[in-house]
């Protein structure tokens, strides 16, 4: 079952129409992004169950199908965009793993940590969130700021204390512990966030 899903979530985000180079190679831009949640989720909690393995893995499960332009724009369209998204991520893995034989609980409980239900409470949510911060300091954060030069760092302190107070005490001591890699150019910039 767990194969069979992976495989089907891995076929779903490499219909991704975005490609992104890395290391030389095109890939579909979630299917890589699914990639480094799973090793993401392997280096901070290695005894993680099939379960999350799922949830980390979909998480962004044909993200290119809810783009940003369909809502409308400003702060409160942005919200109402990731929420969707996060249902609409939910459904679709809890739809392959129903394909595939899972139980009903078993699916509800991938659904509530990919919608991040009940973050700081549910900690599988907690776990999914933690994953999803950690591979955007290590790896998107740097291209995010390069596609914001209009942001000072007034702008730049907040959103990385945002990205900080959604994650739990032990993905602080991950990234504190030096277990993640730092944007080089943005070293300071967090270092200076986190005191």
């Given at each position: 079952?767990?194969?069979?899903v ?8 490499n ?12 890939y579909?831009?979630e ?6 949640m799973?090793?993401m989720?392997?280096r ?8 999350m393995h ?26 109402q ?30 659904y ?14 907690q ?32 959103i ?9 005490s ?26």
């Amino acid at each position: 079952m767990y194969q069979a899903v992976i495989k089907a979530i891995d076929n779903a985000n490499n219909a991704d129409p975005n490609s992104v180079k890395f290391e030389g190679q095109s890939y579909a831009k979630e299917f890589l992004y699914a990639m480094r949640m799973t090793d993401m989720l392997t280096r901070f909690k290695p005894d993680a169950d099939e379960l999350m393995h799922i949830a980390a893995r979909g998480q962004h499960i044909e993200r290119w199908r809810s783009p940003r332009s369909d809502f409308p724009l400003g702060k409160q369209g942005y919200y109402q965009w990731r929420g969707a998204l996060y249902d609409f991520h939910a459904e679709r893995v809890t739809a392959l793993m129903k394909t595939a034989g899972y139980s009903i609980a078993d699916c509800e409980r991938v659904y509530a940590a990919v919608a991040k239900k009940n973050i700081k409470h549910n900690p599988d949510s907690q776990l999914i969130e933690d994953i999803a911060s950690l591979v955007f300091i290590e790896h998107y954060m740097l291209d995010f700021s390069m596609s914001k030069p209009d942001y000072d760092e007034a702008k730049w302190l907040g959103i990385i204390r945002k990205t900080w107070q959604k994650m739990s005490s032990e993905a602080h001591e991950f990234v504190l512990g030096g277990q993640i890699a730092l944007p080089e150019p943005l070293k300071p910039l967090i270092l200076k966030a986190l005191n």
